[in-house]
């Protein structure tokens, strides 16, 4: 009795010890869009949470225990995104999830988290998102209402009194045109022409004919993503049609430049964040340590210029594992708890502080106005 | 006046696209009865090895001439692969295995390419042209000359040319083709290659307009078959006829209509065809002896 007495009392404790070891390690679940067409912006998103959580566990974690990344391709099918999502959380038993590149794979996903008391940190682009707040919702981009509002600013200032609206019928561009209708009216400004194409289209010009037609047209926005926009870009300098290009935030990459071409781009105005002009940011401003951190990660390891999108993805990831390691456990409801008392965190879109009634934590500020020269993001004026 | 010519340039542009797939669609079609859905992913296929071959550091010619040549021989693999051995199968297990086909290609293309939007350089620039107030790209130009030409092209072969005549004769009745002397199986296989050359000539034309994908191939199949059945199936000039069509009405539904239903008129034209003229403008009627 004696002789196994010791042995056995330390094969408990050794054991004791290992299953610790198991449970030292945080599951995060994210649903990109990587495929499809809204390649564009999960295929950056997908591989900055790669990059970053292998930055993270590197560096020993957050408290001792290393972030186990469980990643899905949806393709933008809202449905697939609805299955993944139940599969995150029945199998994979994560404890936060990421995603949602497109607003329709967002309201997908988000249903499911709700349902499971889960956090999810959405990255796409609609106000529906957040606008009634869900309890476990969040979202790292700038709503399309903002987006609005900051180009119907600009074009104020410019003393644009008619524009004509052209955009995609996906979710985004669809949600973007409504919120733009909603806006529009308080900066004094007129629709008088408003069209749209399918975002898988391949020639405008009928629909670009259309507007240059219409009386009292001073400037065109086109809500959209993907490469109906740079298509819309290239018809509009076919059709020479000289007046001022606005488009939305779904646009602010690089690939958006590299597609429409840099003669047409030229010249065409868009919200962006700071990410496209880090090099311009003055050495005080509060996002350039964060800004320059990432597109130097990023960079380094893909040898891709760093996109807006990414840049979600990154400020989802930082406001996630900022909290985790404020939380009591790491656990859903003290995670989620911890996301919503976040404050002052400075992220590559803008500087993030949510609230119980506030579940996208930004306003205008961080949003620039920029412009297209050179084929180079520059500050508009 | 210049908005009706805009929208005609516009429907033209694509409608030459459409056509040349059409075409495609009738050779396969008129050597084998089967309609080979994996049409359009030779249209992508053209667009993307010639992207591919050109960011490579090949001159455009060059790469253009590779992707064709390359298209061509995978049409062949294909019915190597995959027609010839289920030849004895009903028409309809054909052509379901021409959509494995072209998933399967599609998937390919994903992991050999990459999934991100691409295009290359106008082949004479991209200044537009100026005509009564409308603009037309040189390269629609390129496109429309090109389908034009492939049309003219076929049409000398199939007419002129003793190889022609034997496909004809093969798509007419296979077993007197056999029954006289004429190979059926290097028939087979040579309207393939004919069929993914046109459509790989198809995606090179096009790309710098429409940009290209690993997923474009699906949307081109489905106006192109529109644009083949609303000529009548079979029918060269109909293919010919039938692609302008769908992509004149497309244009001009967007322009006087809405542009929400635009993709919506090529899908309710192939509706009425198949309601009130299932043999298309062109098609003969077919008569069946009892």
């Not at chain 1, 599969?87 to 249903?111: F, K, P």
């Not at chain 2, 192939?270 to 298309?280: A, D, R, S, T």
Request: net charge negative.
């Amino acid at each position: 009795m004696k002789k196994t007495l010791i042995p056995t009392a330390l094969g408990l404790v050794a054991s004791l010890g290992l299953t610790t070891a198991a449970l030292a390690e945080i599951r995060l679940g994210a649903s990109i869009s990587a495929t499809g067409p809204a390649a564009f912006l999960g295929d950056p998103e997908a591989k900055t949470l790669e990059i970053l959580v292998e930055q993270l566990n590197a560096a020993g974690g957050i408290g001792g225990e290393n972030i186990a990344l469980v990643l899905y391709d949806d393709a933008g099918d809202p449905n697939k995104a609805r299955t993944f999502a139940t599969r995150l959380v029945e199998d994979d038993e994560v404890v936060a999830i990421i995603g949602g590149t497109t607003t329709g794979t967002s309201m997908s996903i988000l249903a499911v988290a709700e349902d499971a008391e889960i956090p999810f940190i959405s990255l796409a682009g609609a106000i529906d998102i957040i606008d009634p707040v869900k309890r476990h919702t969040f979202k790292t981009p700038h709503t399309d209402r903002m987006a609005c509002q900051k180009i119907f600013e600009h074009m104020q200032n410019q003393g644009f009194t008619g524009i004509g609206l052209i955009s995609g019928t996906d979710g985004f561009g669809a949600s973007m045109q409504a919120q733009c209708k909603d806006v529009a009216g308080d900066f004094g400004i007129t629709i008088v022409a408003d069209e749209t194409y399918d975002p898988k289209d391949a020639d405008m010009t009928a629909q670009l004919t259309k507007i240059r037609n219409a009386a009292g047209v001073q400037a065109v926005l086109n809500p959209g993503f993907g490469q109906g926009p740079s298509i819309v870009t290239r018809n509009y300098r076919q059709l020479d049609i000289g007046l001022p290009l606005y488009q939305s935030h779904g646009v602010a990459s690089d690939g958006f430049i590299e597609l429409a071409g840099t003669d047409a781009a030229e010249g065409v105005r868009l919200p962006g964040t700071a990410l496209l002009v880090a090099d311009l940011l003055a050495d005080d401003d509060a996002q350039k340590p964060v800004v320059t951190a990432y597109k130097a990660a990023f960079e380094g390891k893909t040898g891709i210029p760093v996109g807006t999108f990414g840049g979600y993805a990154h400020d989802a990831f930082l406001i996630l594992t900022d909290a985790i390691a404020r939380a009591d456990a790491a656990e859903p409801a003290a995670i989620r708890d911890a996301i919503e008392a976040t404050t002052g965190l400075a992220g590559t879109t803008g500087i993030y502080s949510f609230t119980a009634t506030d579940h996208l934590g930004l306003d205008l500020s961080a949003f620039r106005m920029l412009e297209i020269k050179d084929g180079k993001w520059m500050l508009a004026e | 006046m210049s908005e009706l010519l805009q929208f005609l340039f516009s429907g033209v542009t694509v409608g030459a696209v459409y056509a040349l797939v059409a075409l495609g669609f009738t050779i396969i079609y008129n050597a084998s009865d089967v309609v080979n859905f994996a049409q359009g992913e030779f249209v992508m296929l053209g667009g993307m090895i010639t992207w591919f071959a050109h960011a490579a550091g090949l001159p455009l010619p060059l790469a253009a001439l590779i992707a064709i040549a390359a298209t061509a021989a995978l049409g062949v693999a294909m019915n190597k692969l995959a027609i010839e051995p289920a030849r004895g199968a009903p028409v309809v297990s054909l052509i379901i295995i021409t959509i494995g086909a072209s998933i399967f290609i599609q998937g390919a293309a994903q992991l050999v390419f990459d999934k991100q939007i691409h295009s290359f350089p106008a082949f004479s620039g991209d200044d537009p042209i100026r005509i009564g107030g409308a603009t037309i790209l040189p390269q629609s130009l390129w496109v429309i000359g090109g389908a034009l030409a492939t049309f003219v092209g076929l049409w000398v072969f199939f007419t002129r040319t003793l190889l022609g005549r034997a496909v004809l004769a093969t798509s007419n009745n296979r077993l007197a083709a056999q029954l006289v002397g004429i190979n059926t199986n290097f028939v087979m296989t040579l309207s393939f290659a004919l069929s993914a050359g046109i459509g790989a000539l198809a995606g090179v034309l096009a790309t710098p307009i429409t940009l290209t994908s690993y997923g474009v191939g699906i949307g081109f199949a489905l106006k192109g078959f529109a644009g083949a059945m609303l000529g009548g199936m079979g029918n060269p000039k109909g293919a010919l006829v039938g692609g302008f069509a769908i992509g004149l009405i497309e244009a001009m539904t967007a322009g006087y209509l809405s542009s929400q239903y635009k993709d919506a008129a090529a899908f309710i034209m192939i509706l009425l065809v198949l309601f009130f003229m299932p043999q298309g403008l062109f098609g003969r009627k077919s008569t069946d002896r009892v």
